[in-house]
Structures are given as C-alpha cells and as structure tokens.
C-alpha cells in the first residue's frame, strides 16, 4: 500500500505575520476538500538557499516568495520562466519530483486579470498609460501591459534613473516623466496605475496631482491596505473607473495553487472575504 503524502505549500519573506496568502490558500483549499497546507515561513535572507532546498524533500510542492527574497531566488532556483526573467524577479516556486526548482512570476497575469474584471471596457490599444513606480511591481505591470496592447506607458518615479533603467530593458514603448511632472501626464491617459507603496497604512501618502483625473480613465492602485486608497477616493469622486489592489493579490495566486493542488480555485466574493 502507497503512503498518501499530504501536499504542502506556504510563503516565505521576511517579514512575513503581514502576508494575506495563508488566508486565501487555506480558503481554497477547504472549498476544493484538498488534504493539503499553506503555511507563513519567515526565512532570514542568509538562510534563504538552504530552506529552500530543504522543502521538496519535506513533502512542498512548491511557494510564494515575497519580499525580500523575489530577486535572489531567482539565483538559487534550477529553472527560471522567461516572464521571471523579464520581470527581474520570482514569487512562484514549483517543486519537481526530480528535486529541480522551477522559479516564475504570476504578478503580471494578476494584475492584468484583475485590470480585465474590474475594468471590463478597458481596451489596452485606446491610449497612452501613466505608471507611478519602478520597483518590482512595477516591472510586472509594465511587462503586462506591453503584452496587452498598451501603445505608450509614461513611467515616473522618485528616483529618475531607476525609471531610466526600465526603460532600457522595456524598449521604445516607455517614456520616462520626472515625478513632478507625473500629474501632467493623467490628463490624456486612458489608464493610471500607482506600483508605490505610498498610500498605503503607515506609509506616506501619493503626493501626486490628480485634477487631470475625469471619467474614462481607468485608475487601479495595487496597494490594498486600506482598500480605497486616497488616490481611488479622488477617482472615484472624478468618475473614473476604480479597481483596487485586492483583486491582484487573488488572481497572482491563481496558477500557483492550481500547480501544486491541481484545482483551479476561483476568485470570488468568498475568496475576497478570506483575505479581508
């Protein structure tokens, strides 16, 4: 008789008592029945390498990786997906039989996803996007709405030359905008997205002029604490179309549960109840 092995998962950071990942994956899986775990594992950046070659022979069949470690797994994995590589960073991890450790990104295909529910008129070829940021989040995005269509992306960050990198590796599509200039560029922009962490409970607020914002412009925050940012709230009250940063959260993690549990979860008003 064949020992049944209970499939285990989790996500690894450091900090990570913040995460909302348990939540959502042991949500799926009660509603799917699966005798599965998603466990929180902080790992200090040091221990990183060794933990991660531990799990497959602990029973894992793959994790989430988030901050600090999305770029430097991406060193200790056997495999790295194309969009990881693109990206500059991991937040997937599967775990073959045969020990090798496949490294991907779901953000992009979070973001987009959750762009295409909340925003379903959206059409990426209608014009020209303005992206706040240029860290990890912002690459994913950037990298998604190339893909999608998008003519034009107007790319501000604090740091100019973090933007001016971006630019080098995404090609002609991206024009960098000083950050001060940032609220000139939201006027003829068919979509604003907010990568920042500014906005966001115990972070500072997004000191961005926002009187260009009127309806027919889709605005998306991928910050979720608090749910409706300051900069949704002004959308909101400009007609705007609003999405929050929630949806991406859920929908990133869709491929990964669906590799190692092998079930599709759903996102829905129940999932989102999960995390909240």
Not at 26 to 36: A, F, K, M, S, Y
Not at 58 to 65: R, Y
Request: with cysteine.
């Amino acid at each position: 008789m064949t020992e049944h092995k209970i499939p285990l998962a989790g996500v690894i950071g450091c900090p990570i008592a913040h995460s909302k990942s348990p939540q959502l994956h042991r949500h799926w899986l009660r509603t799917h029945e699966i005798d599965g775990h998603y466990m929180p594992m902080h790992v200090e950046p040091e221990d990183l390498e060794s933990v991660v070659r531990m799990m497959p022979k602990m029973g894992f069949v793959g994790a989430n990786v988030t901050i600090p470690h999305k770029q430097a797994i991406m060193e200790i994995a056997d495999k790295v997906t194309d969009r990881a590589k693109l990206m500059g960073a991991a937040n997937t991890l599967i775990f073959h039989e045969d020990g090798v450790i496949v490294a991907d990104n779901t953000d992009g295909y979070g973001f987009i996803t959750n762009l295409h529910e909340g925003a379903p008129d959206w059409d990426a070829k209608s014009g020209p996007a303005t992206v706040l940021g240029a860290g990890g989040a912002s690459r994913a995005v950037v990298a998604s709405l190339i893909e999608a269509g998008v003519p034009e992306i107007r790319l501000c960050n604090r740091t100019r030359s973090r933007a001016e990198e971006m630019a080098e590796t995404f090609g002609s599509k991206i024009t960098v905008v000083d950050w001060v200039q940032a609220g000139n560029v939201i006027e003829d922009a068919t979509l604003v997205v907010n990568t920042t962490s500014l906005g966001m409970v115990g972070q500072r607020r997004l000191r961005v002029p926002l009187d260009g914002l009127h309806s027919g412009i889709v605005v998306t925050d991928l910050v979720y604490t608090p749910l409706k940012t300051d900069l949704l709230q002004a959308a909101e009250d400009a007609n705007c179309t609003v999405v929050d940063g929630l949806g991406m959260l859920l929908h990133q993690a869709v491929p990964g549960f669906e590799r190692w549990f092998g079930q599709r979860p759903e996102v829905n008003d129940a999932a989102r109840a999960a995390v909240m």
